[in-house]
């Protein structure tokens, strides 16, 4: 069956940095556009990026030049790299594919606090 495993998250001081990964498998990887979403506390989950198979890449305004996403299909890996963090990016970040029906990981934490 298709699973996602997101890991990578962590407690970063803001202006930091934090790369996360999703490691897929029981999918063809290559064919799915991924994405990571994030849901904050009394919040509803929000995308944040998105990749296409064929690297189209689309952000979220608020994290517009500051994160990045990309994907290894040999790796079956999609990535998320943030940078310049802030405190209003303390979320659970959860990472999806789109292929045959849409799947979702458990979430990793990320907390932006000095």
């Known amino acids: 069956q298709v699973q996602l495993v997101e890991s990578g998250g962590g407690l970063v001081q803001p202006g930091g940095s934090l790369n996360l990964s999703c490691a897929a498998s029981?999918?063809?990887?290559?064919?799915?556009?991924m994405a990571w979403h994030r849901q904050a506390p009394g919040k509803q989950r929000e995308l944040v990026a998105s990749i296409t198979s064929g690297g189209n890449t689309n952000y979220a305004d608020a994290v517009q030049g500051r994160f990045t996403i990309s994907r290894d299909n040999a790796k079956k890996t999609v990535y998320l790299q943030m940078s310049s963090l802030k405190p209003e990016d303390t979320a659970v970040y959860f990472c999806?594919?789109?292929?045959?029906?849409?799947?979702w990981g458990q979430g990793t934490q990320v907390t932006v606090s000095s």
């Open positions: 999806s594919g789109y292929g045959v029906g849409s799947y």
């Open positions: 029981g999918m063809i990887f290559s064919a799915w556009t």
